[in-house]
């Protein structure tokens, strides 16, 4: 039978197609480049379909070889009328290109390839087209443009097939993804689901699960999202895909890590990081081995906790992930406090510093290099503008791109000096910027030496004074010196604001009781000032809410005090609160005052701001607003003021907040917050024999002066003005205590620590710090290097006398037990078994029931066995040990203002009897816990 020559080349193009089958792709490529090199007679057509395939064939292994033929079989068939031939050879070229980084020419191919769809009216190919033509412009940055490509695609799609549509819609989810348009993405993931559920295609489906399960995450909806990570996570597991398994028990373990529920997390994070280890998956390694050292540093085991984090802050550092390296360091360094290595908890305390410091430099020329590539992609606009214009005006061409080029010069000259000097102003902001926060921290320390020596003989002056008249005469001087203390504060706020270190401590309180407490703080100043004081509440009393106590009484205050004092004599002044919706709360203060010119009203809460028409008797110094506004907005709600000329004024807060409807608890009962506390005078004579040794160290020779008249009588002190002549007296003297400042000339406190803690002989002795300095770390520092305990000026004279005897009291006992016990080895076991006994209790702190016989149990030792053990290592029996402990945790509370009361504060730590509180309160501290509420 007579074949043409045609339908002969198709025959052999088949035969060899089936030995590709065989025998590779290789010998295939090849067979077919002898056949087109060999002259064979073959028609035009048959000749482009060779190239195509031999293109197809060679791309798996060269894509500038597959280019090339791809390309050759484009000319030959570029006047034909072969659109299918077409629209697989712009395929190959747009594979090509993209793999050989020619991005712009890619786009071109795939824009070619619709346009021959389109003329075929192949809809599965146009979508396919749309495909490519959208992850070009995604590479190049170009989001909108691949959205709008999109939307074309997904119209046609409903007439292909519905998987081809649920392709769109993942694709849509990504970028929306990408432009934190997490609202639009979770609706696409959504839609991208319904359509793979109805495939029954369990790769893709188990894909959208995760994906939509991350989007809910992303946008904060927990209840939504874990259910869906958790079902992937299952999924993976049944089928078989390890990818999505290690993805999701990853970013599962992240968030219960996140939320403290460690053995949640660690139920997830543990399969993910064997998995990961089996496939070599680091990045997952890395992040689930910090989830899991953070696990069992928690758990209480500390040595098994470190291995991870160390492996994944070695793997972070191979990777560039300066993130985990970050947070693996942070965690480094609470483990090897807990371990006791305080070496490397100091080390890597500074690393995770350090790294902070390169991701904010990282950010910052990742935002340089984006406006880089916005100038870049708008450059390439005015070309193809340019390009367009020299078509139309074609004998102007020359003249054209010469004027152009001169332009597009100066404009890259001009944009090249503004990026070097923004780059230099950058720079100069962030020295700035480090030395006004290190100007606000020493001032701070500058200002509560002096403040603390005002309101130390104040108090002692209050103590001893018999007379009325000169009483309120101090009791004027000892407020003053307290709003100076505030205005530090306010300060020092300022600049933690500024330099991210703020955070927010959200507790939840009954929120009727907060605003009331504020209320009657000040009846009787609007009493004095002859003014009608008034509280609106139109929301249920009954309510929690979850709010930043501190920062929000600190915004009240400061709104309601510069409400009386611009409010005249008979004036009146109202505090209204309301819920306008579920969500929505509400707290507005009105005065009946002098108004705020219209000028000034958008620059009431700018910093520092003064108005000039005010009357400047009035003072102020333009921080309080200012300050109020960040705060609010750091809590997530606005404030806004309204005002009028000879009517008032009126500052409107709202903030979103959480509330829970109904909740009832015995301590929010406003007659718990009041303590039947009966004040004795604090003796600090009566806890010892004779008088302890007692060194002082400090820079400011008033505050020597003061500290010696309040000291001297219970302790013999002797004084140093610097840690070098403290380190000088104790070669000479052995002591009992030392006090010491952190901020001094020649040796500062942190210093003079480091050498006392190398020293063999002075090593144990208990060391006080006093500071101005209230930055957490450096109460971390202070730590580590083995500080017993801080003091904050200005501070109470009977808080120092209880800080002080409670460490000699238990250094006494200790000592004595050592030398009853002490057998020349480190007891080191022992020490572990402390740690554990400290965590059981922290665990147990809400349950007064929890006492020693419970601890000895959870212990595993008999109750005269753990009291041994805990006066050898503490100096304390396991009820003083247990008592400490939540003492220590009520004095955080109290001081952080997390409650409202001090009954919340003992139900929180396990301690419901309010006189026995009180007294151990006092007793441990020195002062009374409702003076510190």
């Given at each position: 039978?007579?074949?043409?020559?045609?339908?002969?080349?198709?025959?052999?193009?088949?035969?060899?197609?089936?030995?590709?089958?065989?025998?590779?792709?290789?010998?295939?490529?090849?067979?077919?480049?002898?056949?087109?090199?060999?002259?064979?007679?073959?028609?035009?057509?048959?000749?482009?379909?060779?190239?195509?395939?031999?293109?197809?064939?060679?791309?798996?292994?060269?894509?500038?070889?597959?280019?090339?033929?791809?390309?050759?079989?484009?000319?030959?068939?570029?006047?034909?009328?072969?659109?299918?031939?077409?629209?697989?050879?712009?395929?190959?070229?747009?594979?090509?290109?993209?793999?050989?980084?020619?991005?712009?020419?890619?786009?071109?191919?795939?824009?070619?390839?619709?346009?021959?769809?389109?003329?075929?009216?192949?809809?599965?190919?146009?979508?396919?087209?749309?495909?490519?033509?959208?992850?070009?412009?995604?590479?190049?940055?170009?989001?909108?443009?691949?959205?709008?490509?999109?939307?074309?695609?997904?119209?046609?799609?409903?007439?292909?097939?519905?998987?081809?549509q649920g392709e769109i819609f993942h694709a849509f989810a990504s970028l929306h993804s990408k432009l934190n348009n997490?609202?639009?993405?979770?609706?696409?993931?959504?839609?991208?689901?319904?359509?793979?559920?109805?495939?029954?295609?369990?790769?893709?489906?188990?894909?959208?699960?995760?994906?939509?399960?991350?989007?809910?995450?992303?946008?904060?909806?927990?209840?939504?999202?874990?259910?869906?990570?958790?079902?992937?996570?299952?999924?993976?597991?049944?089928?078989?895909?390890?990818?999505?398994?290690?993805?999701?028990?990853?970013?599962?373990?992240?968030?219960?890590?996140?939320?403290?529920?460690?053995?949640?997390?660690?139920?997830?994070?543990?399969?993910?990081?064997?998995?990961?280890?089996?496939?070599?998956?680091?990045?997952?390694?890395?992040?689930?081995?910090?989830?899991?050292?953070?696990?069992?540093?928690?758990?209480?085991?500390?040595?098994?906790?470190?291995?991870?984090?160390?492996?994944?802050?070695?793997?972070?550092?191979?990777?560039?992930?300066?993130?985990?390296?970050?947070?693996?360091?942070?965690?480094?360094?609470?483990?090897?406090?807990?371990?006791?290595?305080?070496?490397?908890?100091?080390?890597?305390?500074?690393?995770?510093?350090?790294?902070?410091?390169?991701?904010?430099?990282?950010?910052?020329?990742?935002?340089?290099?984006?406006?880089?590539?916005?100038?870049?992609?708008?450059?390439?606009?005015?070309?193809?503008?340019?390009?367009?214009?020299?078509?139309?005006?074609?004998?102007?061409?020359?003249?054209?791109?010469?004027?152009?080029?001169?332009?597009?010069?100066?404009?890259?000259?001009?944009?090249?000096?503004?990026?070097?000097?923004?780059?230099?102003?950058?720079?100069?902001?962030?020295?700035?910027?480090?030395?006004?926060?290190?100007?606000?921290?020493?001032?701070?320390?500058?200002?509560?030496?002096?403040?603390?020596?005002?309101?130390?003989?104040?108090?002692?002056?209050?103590?001893?004074?018999?007379?009325?008249?000169?009483?309120?005469?101090?009791?004027?001087?000892?407020?003053?010196?307290?709003?100076?203390?505030?205005?530090?504060?306010?300060?020092?706020?300022?600049?933690?604001?500024?330099s991210g270190k703020l955070d927010l401590n959200v507790k939840e309180i009954n929120i009727h009781s907060l605003i009331?407490?504020?209320?009657?703080?000040?009846?009787?100043?609007?009493?004095?000032?002859?003014?009608?004081?008034?509280?609106?509440?139109?929301?249920?009393?009954?309510?929690?809410?979850?709010?930043?106590?501190?920062?929000?009484?600190?915004?009240?205050?400061?709104?309601?005090?510069?409400?009386?004092?611009?409010?005249?004599?008979?004036?009146?002044?109202?505090?209204?609160?309301?819920?306008?919706?579920?969500?929505?709360?509400?707290?507005?203060?009105?005065?009946?005052?002098?108004?705020?010119?219209?000028?000034?009203?958008?620059?009431?809460?700018?910093?520092?701001?003064?108005?000039?028409?005010?009357?400047?008797?009035?003072?102020?110094?333009?921080?309080?607003?200012?300050?109020?506004?960040?705060?609010?907005?750091?809590?997530?709600?606005?404030?806004?003021?309204?005002?009028?000329?000879?009517?008032?004024?009126?500052?409107?807060?709202?903030?979103?907040?959480?509330?829970?409807?109904?909740?009832?608890?015995?301590?929010?009962?406003?007659?718990?917050?009041?303590?039947?506390?009966?004040?004795?005078?604090?003796?600090?004579?009566?806890?010892?024999?004779?008088?302890?040794?007692?060194?002082?160290?400090e820079d400011n020779e008033s505050m020597r002066e003061y500290l010696k008249s309040i000291l001297s009588p219970a302790?013999?002190?002797?004084?140093?003005?610097?840690?070098?002549?403290?380190?000088?007296?104790?070669?000479?003297?052995?002591?009992?205590?030392?006090?010491?400042?952190?901020?001094?000339?020649?040796?500062?406190?942190?210093?003079?620590?480091?050498?006392?803690?190398?020293?063999?002989?002075?090593?144990?002795?208990?060391?006080?710090?006093?500071?101005?300095?209230?930055?957490?770390?450096?109460?971390?520092?202070?730590?580590?290097?083995?500080?017993?305990?801080?003091?904050?000026?200005?501070?109470?004279?009977?808080?120092?006398?209880?800080?002080?005897?409670?460490?000699?009291?238990?250094?006494?006992?200790?000592?004595?037990?050592?030398?009853?016990?002490?057998?020349?080895?480190?007891?080191?076991?022992?020490?572990?078994?402390?740690?554990?006994?400290?965590?059981?209790?922290?665990?147990?702190?809400?349950?007064?029931?929890?006492?020693?016989?419970?601890?000895?149990?959870?212990?595993?030792?008999?109750?005269?066995?753990?009291?041994?053990?805990?006066?050898?290592?503490?100096?304390?029996?396991?009820?003083?040990?247990?008592?400490?402990?939540?003492?220590?945790?009520?004095?955080?509370?109290?001081?952080?203002?997390?409650?409202?009361?001090?009954?919340?504060?003992?139900?929180?730590?396990?301690?419901?009897?309010?006189?026995?509180?009180?007294?151990?309160?006092?007793?441990?501290?020195?002062?009374?816990?409702?003076?510190?509420?």
């Amino acid at each position: 039978m007579y074949l043409s020559q045609p339908m002969r080349y198709y025959i052999l193009l088949f035969i060899i197609c089936s030995t590709f089958t065989l025998f590779g792709q290789n010998d295939t490529a090849d067979s077919l480049k002898v056949i087109w090199t060999s002259g064979a007679d073959i028609s035009k057509e048959a000749e482009v379909s060779l190239l195509l395939e031999i293109a197809e064939q060679t791309k798996r292994q060269n894509f500038d070889t597959a280019f090339r033929y791809a390309n050759l079989a484009m000319e030959k068939a570029a006047t034909s009328e072969w659109y299918q031939k077409k629209i697989d050879g712009y395929k190959i070229l747009a594979q090509s290109s993209a793999m050989l980084g020619n991005n712009e020419e890619g786009l071109q191919y795939c824009e070619r390839m619709l346009e021959n769809a389109t003329l075929l009216n192949d809809k599965s190919q146009m979508v396919d087209a749309y495909m490519g033509i959208k992850m070009f412009y995604q590479g190049a940055g170009r989001i909108d443009d691949a959205i709008a490509i999109l939307e074309d695609a997904v119209s046609i799609s409903e007439e292909v097939n519905a998987d081809m549509q649920g392709e769109i819609f993942h694709a849509f989810a990504s970028l929306h993804s990408k432009l934190n348009n997490h609202e639009l993405a979770i609706n696409y993931w959504n839609k991208a689901l319904d359509i793979t559920r109805d495939f029954e295609d369990p790769a893709k489906y188990c894909r959208n699960v995760y994906n939509l399960g991350a989007a809910y995450l992303t946008n904060e909806q927990p209840d939504i999202g874990l259910p869906y990570l958790q079902e992937s996570f299952e999924l993976g597991e049944e089928h078989g895909y390890t990818s999505i398994q290690v993805a999701s028990g990853t970013m599962l373990g992240q968030y219960y890590s996140g939320k403290e529920l460690f053995e949640r997390s660690e139920q997830y994070a543990l399969p993910a990081y064997n998995l990961a280890k089996q496939f070599n998956l680091t990045q997952y390694v890395s992040v689930t081995a910090m989830i899991l050292g953070q696990y069992y540093v928690k758990s209480g085991n500390t040595n098994k906790g470190i291995e991870y984090l160390e492996e994944s802050k070695t793997i972070a550092l191979e990777l560039e992930d300066l993130t985990t390296q970050e947070t693996a360091t942070k965690f480094l360094s609470e483990a090897y406090s807990i371990y006791g290595d305080y070496q490397k908890a100091l080390e890597n305390s500074l690393l995770a510093h350090d790294i902070r410091d390169s991701l904010y430099q990282q950010q910052s020329q990742e935002e340089l290099l984006e406006l880089e590539q916005v100038y870049q992609v708008k450059e390439k606009e005015a070309q193809l503008v340019l390009q367009d214009s020299q078509l139309a005006r074609q004998r102007l061409m020359n003249v054209g791109i010469g004027v152009v080029a001169v332009l597009l010069l100066l404009l890259f000259l001009s944009a090249w000096r503004n990026l070097r000097q923004r780059k230099r102003v950058n720079a100069e902001l962030r020295q700035l910027d480090q030395t006004k926060s290190q100007f606000f921290t020493n001032i701070s320390h500058e200002l509560r030496t002096p403040i603390s020596l005002i309101l130390g003989p104040i108090e002692n002056a209050l103590e001893l004074n018999k007379s009325k008249h000169i009483s309120n005469q101090l009791e004027i001087a000892q407020q003053s010196g307290q709003k100076l203390l505030q205005l530090v504060d306010e300060i020092m706020d300022l600049s933690k604001l500024e330099s991210g270190k703020l955070d927010l401590n959200v507790k939840e309180i009954n929120i009727h009781s907060l605003i009331l407490r504020i209320f009657e703080s000040f009846e009787s100043l609007a009493d004095s000032l002859k003014i009608h004081f008034k509280f609106e509440y139109e929301v249920e009393e009954s309510i929690f809410v979850k709010i930043d106590i501190g920062k929000f009484e600190k915004v009240l205050n400061n709104l309601i005090s510069n409400s009386l004092k611009f409010t005249p004599r008979d004036g009146t002044v109202r505090l209204s609160v309301v819920q306008p919706s579920d969500d929505i709360f509400q707290l507005s203060v009105t005065d009946s005052g002098e108004g705020i010119p219209p000028d000034d009203l958008n620059k009431v809460f700018d910093r520092y701001f003064q108005s000039s028409q005010n009357n400047t008797s009035r003072g102020g110094t333009g921080i309080g607003l200012a300050l109020s506004k960040e705060l609010i907005s750091l809590m997530g709600g606005e404030i806004k003021v309204d005002s009028e000329l000879g009517v008032g004024s009126t500052f409107t807060i709202r903030l979103p907040l959480q509330i829970e409807k109904q909740r009832v608890h015995s301590s929010t009962k406003s007659s718990e917050a009041v303590q039947e506390e009966v004040h004795q005078e604090y003796n600090p004579l009566v806890l010892f024999e004779e008088q302890p040794n007692l060194l002082v160290i400090e820079d400011n020779e008033s505050m020597r002066e003061y500290l010696k008249s309040i000291l001297s009588p219970a302790y013999r002190c002797s004084f140093a003005k610097d840690g070098l002549e403290g380190l000088d007296l104790l070669k000479t003297s052995s002591f009992d205590a030392v006090t010491c400042d952190v901020m001094m000339p020649n040796m500062d406190g942190f210093q003079f620590m480091e050498h006392l803690r190398k020293n063999e002989l002075h090593h144990k002795i208990p060391v006080v710090m006093l500071t101005a300095r209230s930055l957490e770390e450096d109460k971390l520092k202070g730590f580590s290097l083995g500080v017993d305990d801080y003091i904050t000026k200005p501070f109470n004279k009977r808080e120092l006398f209880a800080r002080i005897n409670t460490l000699l009291s238990n250094k006494k006992i200790r000592e004595s037990i050592h030398e009853e016990f002490d057998n020349g080895d480190k007891d080191t076991v022992e020490d572990e078994m402390l740690k554990k006994a400290e965590q059981l209790v922290i665990n147990h702190l809400t349950d007064e029931q929890y006492n020693v016989s419970l601890l000895s149990n959870d212990m595993n030792y008999s109750p005269r066995q753990l009291g041994r053990i805990m006066k050898k290592l503490t100096g304390m029996t396991p009820l003083q040990f247990i008592r400490e402990i939540r003492l220590r945790k009520a004095y955080q509370i109290l001081t952080s203002r997390q409650f409202a009361t001090v009954s919340e504060v003992r139900y929180e730590v396990g301690i419901p009897h309010a006189s026995y509180f009180a007294k151990e309160f006092e007793k441990r501290f020195g002062v009374k816990p409702n003076e510190l509420i």
